[in-house]
Every structure is written in C-alpha cells, then in structure tokens.
C-alpha cells in the first residue's frame, strides 16, 4: 500500500487525512488487492482503529453528498473507495487549532486507481459523482447520529471547493433537501459547531 498526505488546494499538508493506493495484481483472469488490512492501516495513521460500521451508497452522475460530519462524542472517522464508477471526494479540515483550518484536499476515487482516502476525525466530508453512477463504500469509527449529525453548504464561498462540475458536463449537481439547506462555515462556526 502507498500512503500520501492528502494536500489542500493550495499545497499544503493536511495532517492527519491519507490516501491510500494499494498495491494490485493483475493478471489475464483480472484483478486482486487488499482494500483493507487493519495493520498496515493503523501503521499508515500511527493510532488505533475500530470501525464500527460498512456503508454502502450508489449515486447517478451529477449527485453530490456532503459536506457531514458528526459532533463529539460520536464523531466519526471514514475509510472511503469508490467500487464502481469514479467520484471527486473531499475533506475539509474543521479543527480550529489546525494550521489547515477551514481549508479543503480532494482526490478521485474510482474503480481504476482503487485510491482510498481516510477522512480522520475533525473533518467534514463530501463527494461529487462524476460517472453515470458511482457505487462507494465508507468504514466508519462510530455510528450515526441524529442529534450531533452536521452539513456544511457544499458550495460554501469562503470554502472555495473546486469540484470539477464540468466532467458531469449537461448534469446539475444534484443535492438532498437536507443539504440544500445546509449552512455556511461562517454560521457553523458562530454556532460552535466545529473542533478544537
């Protein structure tokens, strides 16, 4: 497995966000790779994991999930790949004392490169499907909830994302309800809504 730092738009290192390649073989028969392996996991991000739940979500092209993240105590960690089809996924680092704070790393998840991104605790996260659909499965470090469940608007301005909208080219970006009504970052941060 090869490990990257994830980097924000501007080139800096996210600390703590990873994505991983794995090392796969092929062969005339297809194809084999270890999409998971607990030690050299938690070798990759020097701590201790217990995933606690698999998500499985199939999107069409155009469909755009995010930006959540959960408060303490039931904050979560995420393991993310794209099985089938390709994704733009990104993070955005939420901890207040992190010299990246408030900045966002994205990276393509497909079926091809079998790239992986670990979005670590403190951070919200998001994807944009870029294909006709997009199969994406997440291991997270602790189960949904409700009540500490937040969004951030996925095309926020002080965020300045850069989601390549022209790869779905006719497409509209298509979000929930939930996520349309979702607040900006200058609110979140007014409610106290992010990390230390």
């Not at 937040?150 to 080219?169: F, G, M, T």
């Amino acid at each position: 497995m090869n490990i990257e730092k994830l980097k924000t738009s501007n080139g800096l290192t996210v600390e703590g966000a990873i994505v991983c390649s794995p090392k796969i073989f092929n062969d005339e028969r297809g194809f084999f790779y270890e999409s998971w392996n607990k030690a050299n996991f938690e070798a990759a991000i020097n701590m201790k994991i217990d995933f606690v739940q698999d998500n499985h979500c199939r999107s069409c092209k155009g469909v755009l999930r995010g930006l959540h993240y959960q408060l303490p105590p039931r904050v979560q960690g995420k393991l993310v790949r794209c099985s089938q089809g390709s994704i733009f996924d990104v993070a955005v680092d939420l901890r207040k004392s992190s010299p990246t704070y408030g900045q966002w790393g994205g990276v393509k998840l497909n079926d091809q490169n079998k790239k992986q991104i670990w979005v670590p605790n403190g951070f919200a996260h998001g994807f944009l499907t870029l294909s006709d659909y997009a199969e994406v499965q997440y291991k997270i470090t602790d189960f949904w909830s409700k009540d500490l469940e937040r969004s951030i608007k996925w095309n926020d301005e002080k965020l300045q994302i850069n989601w390549p909208v022209n790869e779905i080219r006719d497409e509209e970006v298509m979000v929930s309800p939930k996520d349309k009504i979702a607040p900006n970052l200058m609110d979140v941060e007014l409610s106290g809504d992010i990390f230390e």
